[in-house]
């Protein structure tokens, strides 16, 4: 059965599809402008400008409208006086406010796309397969380059153009270069600090094929570093492994997180780990179902996750480990393969 097909056989009015990754995910259909209507009975139609007519009218199976370039104010118009499902999670209240002006009856709905998604076929696992695989190929290749005396915009600058000769379509997200100090950051943006020996650099990074993401982060030593963060970084191994070990279909959210937090908790660290543990990944790089305290999820197989724990300390830095894992019945099946062992790098 068509993914669209499946979706119609959900639905109890017409549902309107604006998001670019749900139109995406049901068409295969990529556009900056467009919105796809999913009747019950199984009919779709592609609304989109002229840009975009000739892609559209080479997807079977669907009809194809070309509206003007403001899309929603087309649609506005074409579906005047209908009873029409609209994503209210995925729209901007001025996107609502133009849909609803030509009097269309818009009923909000939430996550109906979304909950095919979070179970990955197998075309699905085998681009995040390939792109995990392509990570890994950059993280060996950083292994041997030099981080000492580079910034870290300059070494986010390799990441990137590496993972574009060795076959990635393109980048997942900018990657996270956090050396030292700035380590004890999450989300550290790429600056202009020049990478010292006795630091640990989180490296988050990812990439895309055939639209879809891998994400995988690891942590380098550079030359010999304090006991301190040699200690910091075997914690968050520890996690790693814990969170790993927790995973499988039937878990909840909840849980597979809290068990990611039973050593660092134990060492007293619990306040510096403040994130999640992980998060769905596929056509975008962070989806459902999530691995967090507030979780209401519960894992089934070919869920795609990531399992990331960290720690991050003010005035000492940071260390984060993450794997992408397929979710099993009895485990799960770990995508990303470079080494998690402390490498030292000069």
Known sequence: MSRIARLADSL??????????NVQYLLGFQSSNCAVL?????TSTLYTDFRYLESARAIA????????????????????????????????????QTLAAGGADLVPTRGLVEAFRLVK???????????????????????EERFTGRTERELAWWIERTFRELGADGLAFAPIVASGLNGASPHAHPGDTVIDEGVLVTIDMGCT??????????????????????????????????GLAAVRAGET?????????TAIAAAGMADYYGHGLGHGLGLEV???????PES????????????EPGLYLPGVGGCRIEDLVVITETGCEILTSFTKDMLVVG
């Open 38 to 42: 999913v009747d019950p009975d199984g």
């Open 296 to 307: 209401t999820d519960v894992l089934a197989p070919r869920n795609l996750v990531t399992i």
């Open 61 to 96: 199976g669907v009809e194809v409208v070309q509206t003007r370039r403001d899309v929603a104010a087309g649609l506005s118009e074409l579906l005047a006086g209908r009873r029409i499902g609209f994503e209210a999670s995925r729209i901007s209240y001025a996107h609502w």
């Open 286 to 292: 962070h989806e459902a179902p999530v691995l967090r």
């Open 12 to 21: 109890d009015e017409p549902l309107l599809v604006t998001d670019r990754a």
């Open 253 to 261: 959210g909840v849980d597979v997180d809290a068990a990611s937090r």
């Open 209 to 242: 094929i055939d639209a879809y993401c891998s994400d995988c982060t690891r942590t380098f030593a550079v030359g010999e570093v304090s006991e301190q963060l040699v200690g910091l970084y075997a914690l968050v191994a520890q996690a790693q492994l814990d």
């Open 121 to 143: 076929d197998d075309g699905e696992i085998d681009a995040i397969r390939r792109a995990a695989s392509i990570s890994d190929d950059v993280y060996a290749a950083l292994a």
